[in-house]
């Protein structure tokens, strides 16, 4: 059996998975995850269903995690609502619905002092210029108020080069330092991190996090 992972950009196709198997190994635990697959609209009840019955046609799943973005929408009201869409379908695998407010980059700022001056070697081995040196966070710890965390990252990028998801997203998540970031106390990293747990001690079982509201 393994995990599966739902994401809505193609950028978070690669990140997702290393981001996520590299937190699983350090909490000891070891199942394999499959490559994450994308599926629109898990905002929706019509996407939770679909999201689901993809994984369920796997017949290998012993758990889901959907991940998506939530801009500027209230994760402690989406969650749970999304999660009760997912309790619906009743699927016969644990299912963790996490959402990143208010875009997944908000898990790299509290770590681009340590990105900075350093390139994106990307899966193709090239290497492409990254943040400035000497960029800093200087917001404290306003980390989900902040919109446009992708402009903010473009802006931080030499002339001429603008952050690309598709191309950036991957080897900067490669670049987090997970005590760092969990020191910053970034509330959807903490929320990833209880799911992740929850799909452990669930694994193989069924259940959907978070509980009910």
């Known amino acids: 059996m393994k995990g599966y992972i739902l994401v809505e950009g193609e950028g978070e196709l690669g990140a997702a998975e ?19 697959i994308t599926c629109k609209n898990t905002h929706q009840r019509k996407g939770i269903e679909k999201g689901i019955g993809l994984v369920r046609a796997k017949r290998d799943a012993g758990a889901l995690l959907i991940l998506r973005d ?7 009201e989406r969650g749970p609502q999304m999660a009760s869409w997912a309790r619906d379908f009743a699927p016969p695998f644990p299912v963790a619905v996490v959402l990143m407010h208010r875009e997944y980059e908000v898990l790299f700022l509290p770590c681009v002092e340590l990105m900075a001056g ?14 400035l040196p000497g960029t800093r966070w200087e917001h404290g710890d306003r980390w989900e ?10 802006a931080h990028f030499p002339p001429g080069r603008v952050y690309k998801p598709t191309l950036d997203q991957w080897p900067m998540t490669r670049m987090i330092d997970v005590p ?12 990833l ?20 509201a």
């Not at 108020?145 to 473009?154: A, C, F, H, M, V």
């Not at 991190?193 to 978070?210: C, D, I, K, Q, W």
């Open 118 to 131: 350093r390139p994106l070697v990307g899966p193709d081995g090239q290497e492409r210029p990254g943040l």
């Open 145 to 154: 108020r902040t919109r446009d965390i992708k402009g903010w990252l473009s």
């Open 70 to 76: 939530e801009d500027d929408a209230c994760p402690r």
């Open 193 to 212: 991190e209880r799911a992740l747990a929850f799909l452990a001690s669930s694994f193989g079982g069924t259940g959907v996090y978070p509980p009910p």
């Open 180 to 191: 760092t970031l969990r020191a910053a106390g970034v509330p959807c990293f903490g929320t």
């Open 18 to 36: 290393n981001l996520v198997t590299r937190l699983w190994h350090e909490a000891g635990h070891f199942q394999p995850w499959a490559r994450a």
